[in-house]
């Protein structure tokens, strides 16, 4: 059978970043930027280098390091947004221009408050504006699942006369139904006399949880690039799942006559690692990449799958890189195996990180009998701070229990200078927190607070994650240890750091 090429652009640098509780920082979205390049997307969408500064460097940054996949940035149907994107994009080796402008009547009259003839007027003068700039363009039309059909087939031909080379037909509010969705791009393609000139391509949202079904309904008719995120994340209910999409397309071959290039190997890590980096857990029944997504609980299962795992297994754990739980390293392992052993993880140390993460090994090696991948990448992801460490956490002793105050005393370091001081508080953690915000003289309020152990065993690490209200700025951390409380402490730091290295301006951090 021969498989046409599906493309996969993956926006969860862009759309799954709008998500609340999902942005990350330069160096955090380069850490995904290099996944997503391992799990050989074809497009990333980096950013919408006009929405903050902080975008614009992402993208640039993105662009100039990242090599192999398409770059993409967002620009509204204006020159400054456009002029922006490519300054950003230009150092990419394969940038593109994605330009979008919504064409249904109630954005037109409501949002952007344009008539169909000024929107196709913008439509064709961006796209004209952007392919003087750069020859890859792609033009979405938000809201097209809601948009009169024949305007929407008007505005698809005059982009693409205009030089437009993807033309993205979104379902932005997640409204659309699979046939209905099908037909609508059987529809552009039959109507549509130019459509042979673009690749078609859908970016479909998730309200009503037949995100993936619509991609995979605007496959079949047509479309030949799908927009899609990892784990599912974006704007409210999220966008399609780039692991379900491509699990499906891969499990389901025998009705479905296409291919992706991407590295199945690679889609746990790329879930785990945006989860690590965010916080943002997947539910334990998330298809793909869920903890239970390959576990069996009932004995018939269990006896069925030992027996012949397609009994009840349609894809192997293997496919999607789940490698279960490792006993890996003791104590008495050398620095080179440990570092053989992250490199099997994803990562690369230099020698700096190695002597740090190796000592911090050894000590986690001496309180706990058995390490697990998940510990060695909890223990990284702590140490790798990818914020500047404006405050560091030195010690921190707490005395609690149910008949006595929770007092904690904390020691605080700031650039070569160390403070102690002491505070009671609500429990251990409130103590804790207390005795941090006496020492910084900053005070953070608690939106979101949660522990969860990262492998098995009582003396697992534990990872804390925390949202905190800096006066009008929200900020999340993590942190982990053995000890919850030195992580909440920890994580609750982080979280202040960024707000620091953020938000305030540096005479005000000076003042400390
Ligand atoms: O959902 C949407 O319509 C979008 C466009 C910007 C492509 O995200
Ligand atoms: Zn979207």
Redesign the pocket.
């Known amino acids: 059978m021969t498989r046409e090429k599906i493309r996969i652009f993956d926006?969860t640098l862009r759309?799954g970043e709008q998500s609340p509780g999902a942005s990350l920082n330069i160096k955090e979205k380069l850490q995904m930027a290099r996944q997503l390049a391992k799990l050989r997307v074809d497009i990333i969408e980096a950013g919408f280098p006009i929405a903050s500064p902080g975008d614009f460097e992402a993208v640039k940054e993105i662009s100039k390091t990242i090599k192999g996949p398409v770059i993409a940035g967002?620009a509204r149907a204006k020159k400054e947004d456009i002029d922006l994107a490519w300054k950003a994009l230009k150092y990419a080796q394969k940038p593109r221009i994605h330009i979008?402008l919504a064409t249904s009547d109630i954005h037109m009259k409501y949002k952007l408050e344009k008539t169909k003839s000024e929107v196709l007027n913008d439509a064709v003068k961006s796209v004209k504006l952007a392919k003087k700039i750069t020859e890859d363009v792609e033009f979405?039309a938000?809201?097209a699942s809601r948009s009169d059909r024949k305007f929407l087939a008007e505005v698809v031909e005059a982009t693409i006369d205009a030089g437009a080379t993807t033309i993205?037909i979104?379902d932005?509010v997640g409204y659309a139904m699979p046939v209905e969705f099908g037909e609508l791009i059987k529809y552009l393609k039959r109507e549509v006399p130019n459509i042979g000139k673009a690749i078609l391509s859908v970016?479909c949202?998730n309200d009503l949880g037949l995100a993936v079904a619509n991609s995979i309904a605007a496959i079949e008719n047509g479309a030949r690039q799908v927009?899609c995120t990892v784990n599912g994340i974006g704007?409210r209910a999220g966008n399609a799942s780039l692991e379900e999409i491509v699990m499906g397309l891969y499990t389901r071959r025998d009705i479905l006559p296409f291919k992706t290039d991407v590295n199945t190997v690679e889609i746990c890590n790329s879930s785990r690692l945006f989860s690590r980096l965010t916080g943002l857990q997947v539910q334990v029944n998330k298809a793909v990449v869920g903890k239970n997504a390959f576990a069996h609980e009932a004995g018939i299962h269990q006896h069925g799958v030992l027996k012949k795992a397609q009994t009840y297994e349609i894809m192997t754990p293997k496919i999607v890189g789940i490698k279960g739980s490792h006993l890996v390293l003791g104590k008495h392992s050398g620095r080179h195996a440990l570092m053989r052993r992250y490199k099997e993880l994803g990562y690369e140390l230099g020698k700096e990180e190695l002597d740090r993460v190796y000592a911090i090994f050894i000590d986690l090696a001496d309180k706990k009998k058995v390490i697990f991948n998940e510990d060695l990448e909890a223990i990284i992801d702590d140490e790798i701070q990818t914020v500047p460490e404006i405050f560091q956490l030195v010690s921190l002793q707490v005395v609690s229990g149910n008949k006595t105050f929770p007092t904690a005393t904390v020691r605080l370091k700031k650039s070569g200078s160390v403070f102690q001081d002491s505070a009671t508080g609500d429990g251990p953690v409130d103590a804790s927190c207390n005795a941090i915000d006496k020492l910084t003289k900053i005070k953070g309020k608690f939106l979101d607070y949660s522990i969860r152990s990262v492998s098995i065993g009582r003396e697992a690490v534990g990872e804390a994650f925390v949202k905190v209200k800096f006066g009008d700025k929200v900020h999340t951390g993590k942190a982990a240890s053995t000890d919850v409380i030195f992580a909440s402490a920890k994580a609750y730091l982080n979280a202040l750091n960024k707000f620091l290295s953020k938000d305030k301006s540096k005479k005000e951090i000076e003042g400390f």
């Open positions: 926006t759309d967002l979008f979405s938000e809201d993205n979104p932005t970016h949202h927009e704007e």
